[in-house]
Nanobody
Framework: QVQLVESGGGLVQPGGSLTLSCETSGFTFSSYDMRWYRQPPGKERELVAMITADGGRTSTANSVKGRFTISRDNAKNTVILRMSSLKPEDTAVYYC??????????WGQGTQVTVSS
């Protein structure tokens, strides 16, 4: 059974930091590119960051560049999103996403991040 379980969300003040984790199981994690998406209230889901299966290449959206970092631990089947200098506009539900072979794509259930004073 494929599972992607996000954690680490919560309420944080502007300028603060949070680290999101996505623990996975049920598929060959090291063969899958991983992405973090987010969906702000009342808006479309958007891509935040991506990391290739071997961790050799990453990319981030312009809106979070220099503030968010994606990484992965293939030994622990986990992908991490480190977020700093958070802004109110970063408020969203954050989702973990896996694409690869032979199955998927797979989605997590999401974790809420709220940036507010």
């Amino acid at each position: 059974q494929v599972q992607l379980v996000e954690s680490g969300g919560g309420l944080v003040q502007p300028g603060g930091s949070l680290t999101l984790s996505c623990e996975t199981s049920g598929f060959t994690f090291s063969s899958y590119d991983m992405r973090w998406y987010r969906q702000p209230p009342g808006k479309e889901r958007e891509l935040v960051a991506m990391i290739t299966a071997d961790g050799g290449r990453t990319s981030t959206a312009n809106s979070v560049k220099g503030r968010f970092t994606i990484s992965r631990d293939n030994a622990k089947n986990t992908v991490i999103l480190r977020m700093s200098s958070l802004k109110p506009e970063d408020t969203a539900v954050y989702y973990c996403h896996a694409t690869g072979w032979p199955g998927g794509p797979y989605w997590g259930q999401g974790t809420q991040v709220t940036v507010s004073s």
